[in-house]
T-cell receptor
Framework: KAGVTQTPRYLIKTRGQQVTLSCSPI?????VSWYQQTPGQGLQFLFE???????NKGNFPGRFSGRQFSNSRSEMNVSTLELGDSALYLC????????????FGPGTRLTVT | ELKVEQNPLFLSMQEGKNYTIYCNYS?????LYWYRQDPGKSLESLFV?????AVKQEGRLMASLDTKARLSTLHITAAVHDLSATYFC????????????FGKGTLLTVNP
C-alpha cells in the first residue's frame, strides 16, 4: 500500500507571498492532519480534516488554512508568508476505526526568504 | 491544555548500554505514541500504546504506559549506533480527536 505523499517536497518563497501544499493520504484513510515542525517550537498541530470538514484546529493565525476534497486529499494554504513560517510541514493520515495511529508523509520543507 | 514533557532532551550513550526516556503528560489520556525521526526525514511510528499497563517491544526498544501516573517510558537495551535519532512521544486528546500533542523530542546519540 502506498504511503502518505506530499508535494512539493521543497519550496522557497518570498515574504508576503502565499503557498499551497498538498497531501494525499493512504488509500482508505479519511482523516488528514497537518503539523508544523520548527527547531524552536517543535511539532505543532495545525488542523485536522475528516470528510471534507475541519474537525480540529491548532493555535495558528488565520493565514493558515486548509481544505479536504472528496477523495480525502488535502491542501493547506499559508497566505502573506512571514520568515517564521519557514518549517517542515508534515501531513499525517489515519483510519477512523480501530487503532488511531497516524502515518506521516515525508513533509514539505518551506523556506521563506 | 494538554502538555507533554520528555526527558532527557539530549542523550549520549555508549554502545551496549541501557537507558530510559521518560514522557510525562498533563491530562488524562490513554493513547500514547512513540515516533522516531532521522535527520531531515519524516516521523516513523514505533509504538502505539492504548491502555494502562500496555507494554510493547520491538528489537532493542520497549515502551510502556502508566495512565494513572500519566507516564510512558521508552527503554533502550544494549544500544547500537543505528538507534541514533530523535525520539518523540505524542499524546492525543481522546475521543475522536486526532490532535496529537508532541513532546520536544529526545536526541539520542549512540557512540561506539
Amino acid at each position: 500500500k502506498a504511503g502518505v505523499t506530499q508535494t512539493p517536497r521543497y519550496l522557497i518563497k518570498t515574504r508576503g507571498q502565499q503557498v499551497t501544499l498538498s497531501c494525499s493520504p493512504i488509500s482508505g484513510h479519511r482523516s488528514v492532519s497537518w503539523y508544523q515542525q520548527t527547531p524552536g517550537q517543535g511539532l505543532q498541530f495545525l488542523f485536522e480534516y475528516f470528510s471534507e470538514t475541519q474537525r480540529n484546529k491548532g493555535n495558528f493565525p488565520g493565514r493558515f488554512s486548509g481544505r479536504q476534497f472528496s477523495n480525502s486529499r488535502s491542501e493547506m494554504n499559508v497566505s502573506t508568508l512571514e520568515l517564521g513560517d519557514s518549517a517542515l510541514y508534515l501531513c499525517a493520515s489515519s483510519v477512523i476505526a480501530g487503532v488511531y495511529e497516524q502515518y506521516f508523509g515525508p513533509g514539505t520543507r518551506l523556506t521563506v526568504t | 491544555e494538554l502538555k507533554v514533557e520528555q526527558n532527557p532532551l539530549f542523550l549520549s550513550m555508549q554502545e551496549g548500554k541501557n537507558y530510559t526516556i521518560y514522557c510525562n503528560y498533563s491530562t488524562t489520556s490513554d493513547r500514547l505514541y512513540w515516533y522516531r525521526q532521522d535527520p531531515g526525514k519524516s516521523l516513523e511510528s514505533l509504538f502505539v500504546l492504548l491502555s494502562n499497563g500496555a507494554v510493547k517491544q520491538e528489537g532493542r526498544l520497549m515502551a510502556s504506559l502508566d495512565t494513572k501516573a500519566r507516564l510512558s517510558t521508552l527503554h533502550i537495551t544494549a544500544a547500537v549506533h543505528d538507534l541514533s535519532a530523535t525520539y518523540f512521544c505524542a499524546v492525543d486528546s481522546g475521543g475522536s480527536n486526532y490532535k496529537l500533542t508532541f513532546g520536544k523530542g529526545t536526541l539520542l546519540t549512540v557512540n561506539p
